[in-house]
């Protein structure tokens, strides 16, 4: 508009009057929708400004609207279209250099071609930049929702943690409590050594328990700064080494319990370790809850590059039927050894036997580096 009021224009171009303020404004206002209908908005201009020029008005009055009604185009619509929009822009230049008295075509020429092309380089940087901009919008929220979602397995897979480790550790002591509890009230009047014996049993099995559970929870709880506060409690996690003092509670509780190491033993991994006792503690446990009368025999057996774990029964006075120990998939404990095996990379099979009893077996594998030396065999 202040180019249009110069009092000193170039020869054969008409100074702005009311009727060419008018096309000024019909050339520039329809810029403001241009992000709505870019293309239309873009054939608008170039219209208005055809006909501004025709009207014998400086065409560099209305030079800038084009120019960005074309870049617009690039940005946002295909590079057809933006080519088409800037050879219509380039030819309405060369109409407006062919409208002046004086001018060098050679420069106008140039001028057609190449600001067209520039507005069309730029408004095409800028449609790749907003692509990019909305391709990591769609990766961010991706990744936000993959996040999410390994956070809802990792809590849904420490649970599953949690309720093996309290089942392992309450069924195991509340089954070797309850036996003692009845023994000790059968021959309170009659044998009370014997029920002295089975009150002790008690203590010391409750004890136990109580010490397990508290590893438990302090290994749980965390400090203000995010650290466990029980993460010392992880050196004590019941092991191989446990497992004679589990036999003589068994033992206790009236289940002939046979122990045997096989192979020469060697520190293994903890999480190992505990799952190998705690397959030992959940059979043991059922052979007290489903056949207390039976003999048991337990077969550790230390391999170059595995660990194999055996717990045998004989079924006791009767075989027992009950569906936990012989429906391949029922019962919380079984579900929990295979789930233990299977987070270790191992196997169990589990299963009556033919001649009689139930038994389970563990394979886990071990590290080669570990890899004894020699054999050895205690009972």
Same mark, same amino acid.
């Given at each position: ?132 901009? +909305? ?68 203590? +010391? ?13 302090? @290994? ?77 025999? @337990? ?13 045998? +029964? +004989? ?65």
């Amino acid at each position: 508009m202040l180019l249009g009021r110069e009092r000193i224009l170039p020869p054969g171009w008409e100074p702005l009057d009311s009727y060419g303020y008018a096309l000024t404004a019909l050339v520039n206002l329809p810029v403001a929708a241009r992000r709505r209908a870019p293309v239309t908005v873009c054939l608008i201009v170039c219209a208005g400004w055809t006909g501004y020029i025709s009207a014998g008005y400086w065409p560099v009055v209305n030079c800038l609207a084009p120019m960005l009604a074309l870049y617009t185009v690039a940005a946002a619509r295909s590079l057809r279209a933006a080519l088409g929009c800037a050879a219509l822009t380039g030819g309405v230049w060369l109409y407006a250099g062919l409208s002046a008295e004086a001018s060098s075509m050679a420069t106008v020429t140039v001028q057609a071609v190449v600001f067209p092309l520039v507005m069309c380089r730029f408004g095409y940087a800028a449609r790749v930049s907003g692509e990019r901009g +909305d391709q990591l919008a769609l990766l961010t929220g991706q990744l936000r929702r993959e996040q999410a979602e390994r956070a809802r397995r990792a809590v849904v897979e420490e649970q599953g943690r949690i309720a093996r480790e309290l089942h392992d550790v309450v069924a195991h002591h509340m089954s070797v409590i309850s036996v003692q509890a009845g023994m000790a009230g059968y021959v309170f009047g009659s044998d009370p050594g014997a029920a002295h014996d089975a009150l002790r049993t008690i203590s +010391d099995t409750s004890r136990e328990g109580l010490e397990e559970l508290r590893r438990m929870l302090a @290994v749980l709880r965390t400090d203000d700064n995010g650290d466990a506060q029980g993460a010392a409690s992880y050196d004590s996690v019941p092991g191989l080494g446990r497992l004679d003092e589990m036999a003589g509670r068994i033992r206790a509780a009236g289940v002939a319990v046979e122990l045997t190491v096989t192979g020469r033993p060697r520190p293994l991994a903890p999480g190992v370790e505990l799952c190998a006792y705690r397959v030992v503690q959940e059979a043991l446990t059922n052979v007290l809850k489903h056949a207390h009368t039976a003999r048991a025999v @337990v077969v550790v057996a230390y391999g170059a590059r595995q660990l194999s774990v055996t717990v045998t +029964d +004989d079924g006791g006075a009767k075989e027992r039927t009950d569906p936990d120990r012989i429906l391949p998939g029922a019962g919380h404990g079984l579900i929990g050894m295979r789930e233990r095996a299977r987070l270790y990379g191992g196997t169990v099979n589990i299963g009556p036997r033919p001649e009689g009893g139930f038994g389970v077996r563990l394979t886990l594998p071990t590290s080669a580096s570990a890899t004894p030396q020699g054999d050895e065999t205690r009972t």
